[in-house]
């Protein structure tokens, strides 16, 4: 697995990355040799906050803590990430085994990203942050467990079955939706 350590306002000693390396270490026989984790922590005034974030054959993995301690912050995302692996264990093992097929990639044209800046720079809301992400085909039941590793309220996916970009979304009852464009 490669991991990548970025620090946020602060400078990160060979000991704590080391740490990180060998907390991480233990996920090596989970993932494939091709996996990406991204570790980024951030100081600001009294918390620290570290941030993992496994890549691996398009399934993303993610934990967020705060803490005093840059530390204890590690080890309570590498709880939190051993929980979500165990806890969807059975699911894991089925997508992971299942062939994947290959990504998908929405790439807009110069002549797109133009308009969509004119469009922005229209618009009276104030965007702050963008985010591109490979599309790949997947069924309802992996966009929700995706939706939940990443621990987002939404996921966009490309169904597999109907072969359209879909949203799932956790309602406030504690329930799924989703939303399925009309295609005329």
């Known amino acids: 697995m490669k991991i990548t350590i970025i620090g946020r306002k602060v400078n ?7 740490r990180v390396e060998k907390k991480l270490s233990k996920f090596e026989r989970i ?10 922590v951030t100081v600001e ?10 890549n691996d054959n398009g399934m993303v993995y993610r934990a967020e ?26 699911k894991l093992s089925k997508k992971m ?10 790439t807009p044209t110069n002549e797109q990203q133009e308009e969509n800046f004119a469009e922005l720079l229209e618009s009276s809301y104030h965007i702050v942050r963008t985010k591109r992400f490979e599309l790949r085909p997947m069924d309802v039941e992996e966009a929700i467990l ?21 949203v799932v ?5 504690g329930t799924y939706g989703m939303l399925e464009p009309i295609i005329d």
């Open 65 to 90: 803590e705060t803490k005093l301690e840059m530390n204890d912050a590690l080890d309570a995302v590498v709880d939190v990430l051993g929980g979500q692996i165990r806890k969807n264990k059975t």
């Open 169 to 173: 979304y956790l309602r406030h009852d």
């Open 31 to 40: 993932f494939s040799e091709s996996a990406e984790a991204a570790v980024t």
């Open 12 to 18: 990160l000693k060979d000991n704590f990355k080391e």
């Open 97 to 106: 085994r299942s062939g994947a097929l290959e990504a998908l990639e929405y």
């Open 146 to 166: 995706q939706m939940n590793m990443v621990g987002h309220q939404f996921f966009m996916f490309l169904n597999g079955e109907t072969g359209v970009v879909s």
């Open 45 to 54: 005034k009294n918390r620290q906050i570290v941030e993992v974030t496994i």
